[in-house]
């Protein structure tokens, strides 16, 4: 018959939000995975505030561990009373020696113009390769869809995981991602 097939796959709808600010994000410095700071009052008041810009149908959240997203998180899923997941792979990209360091600081150590590009391997300062941060996210992804296929899930995270998200699912790179800005994906 001329009918369609139904698809074979199923997508998920997530929402995706970054942590609020912290006295690092003030002074403009990368925390990456071991400045584990808390959230300031701004920070707080942003967690606070973007309740209002969330779906109503969040079913679960799922949350890097690291403190600043985790505040995050326990203020978000109060409001919707539902339950946090913490995942390590939602952690921010490993910086390695670089961590705690302004941009400017980082552009005379290395040789490359932008710290924030996607394409740029920290290994040699001790951190973390490309590939690890989009294979431990391919991980995640696949997990969560076979894991939780029926629930609305917001995922508490970093800036530089949220662009790789959008590389990853949405082919582009993103430049500014400010503090409790929320994205929605497909996956």
Known sequence: SGENKSKTF????IFVIRHGETDMNKARRIQGQTE?????????????????????????????????????????????????????????????????????????????????????????????????VKDRLLRFFEEIKHTYPQEVPLIVTHTGIIRFIHLMLKGHEIAEIANASVHEFEI
């Open 36 to 132: 584990d700071t808390e959230l300031n009052a701004t920070g707080l008041a942003q967690a606070q505030a973007s309740i209002a810009v969330l779906p109503a149908g969040l079913t679960l959240c799922i949350s890097s561990p690291l403190k600043r997203a985790r505040q995050t998180a326990e203020i978000i899923a109060k409001h919707f009373n539902v339950p946090i997941v913490f995942r390590d792979e939602l952690k921010e990209k490993h910086y390695g020696s670089l961590s705690g360091k302004t941009r400017e600081e980082i552009m005379k150590i290395t040789e490359h113009a932008n710290d924030l590009n996607l394409a740029v391997d920290l290994v040699e300062y001790g951190g973390e390769s490309v590939q690890d």
């Open 10 to 13: 199923c997508e998920m709808k």
